[in-house]
């Protein structure tokens, strides 16, 4: 059974970094074809692409958010980390990650977290 | 990247049909066949429903279709239930080897 579990903190305050992670079950980001994406949604908004990393290491990331991104990986605990620096309010958001698997579901993201609602607030 | 273009509602009776368009350009929709449905409940994550525009994942309804034609593609919804009232989003690949959503769609079943 596939699920993808996000934890980290509830409030961050401005200025700081939000380290967030997604531990994984049921596949393993070392088996070729997998990648795994962070999305998030702001309260009463749109879903917006943050950030993937696939099996072999490589990352891309949201053109508008590049330079406040890291996302990683470590195989041997299957979970991604992504780091958003210098955080503002509009950060507030639900932050989900998604699997990508290009040999079953090709550029969709075929299960979700239940996501982590972070507050962005002195 | 922009958010894809939706309609902000739409709504219906049960039984009946609805179509949801997404709108994108030449480096997304228009680009790749990589367009990808989701349904959203309040306070939950978002399910996909359609992948590779018209391709239904294991479980879900044969009343969920898609289709695509230039840089929009589109969502019908036939013999429309209550339990369908949700939000929709679509999704699709980029030249910039991204992802970009669309700004939602809210169904709402009268």
């Known amino acids: 059974q596939v699920t993808l579990r996000e934890s980290g903190p509830a409030v961050v305050k401005p200025t700081q970094t939000l380290t967030l992670t997604c531990t994984l079950s049921?596949?393993?980001?070392?088996?070729?074809?997998?990648?795994v994406s962070w999305i998030r949604q702001s309260p009463g908004k749109a879903l917006e692409w943050l950030a993937r990393?696939?099996?072999?290491?490589?990352?891309y990331y949201s053109t508008s958010l590049l330079t406040r991104l890291t996302i990683s990986k470590d195989t041997s605990e299957n979970q991604v980390v992504l780091t958003l620096t210098n955080l503002a309010p509009v950060d507030s958001a639900t932050y989900f990650c998604?699997?990508?698997?290009?040999?079953?579901?090709?550029?969709?993201?075929?299960?979700w977290g239940q996501g982590i609602l972070v507050s962005v607030s002195s | 990247q922009s958010a894809l273009t939706q309609p902000a509602s739409v709504s219906a009776s049960p039984g009946q049909s609805i179509t949801i368009s997404c709108t994108g350009t030449?480096?997304?929709?228009?680009?790749?066949?990589?367009v990808s449905w989701y349904h959203q409940l309040p306070g939950k994550a978002p399910k996909l429903i359609l992948y590779?525009?018209?391709k239904r994942p294991s479980g879900v309804s044969s009343r969920f279709s898609g289709s695509k034609s230039g840089s929009t593609a589109s969502l019908t919804i036939s013999s429309l239930q209550v339990e369908d009232e949700a939000d929709y989003y679509c999704?699709?690949?980029?030249?910039?080897?991204?992802?970009?959503f669309g700004g939602g769609t809210k169904l709402t079943v009268l």
């Open positions: 998604a699997r990508i698997n290009y040999d079953s579901h090709a550029y969709a993201f075929d299960y």
């Open positions: 049921g596949f393993s980001l070392n088996t070729p074809g997998m990648c």
């Open positions: 990393i696939d099996w072999n290491d490589d990352t």
């Open positions: 030449s480096s997304d929709l228009g680009g790749y066949n990589f």
């Open positions: 590779d525009v018209s």
């Open positions: 999704s699709s690949y980029t030249t910039n080897r991204t992802w970009v």
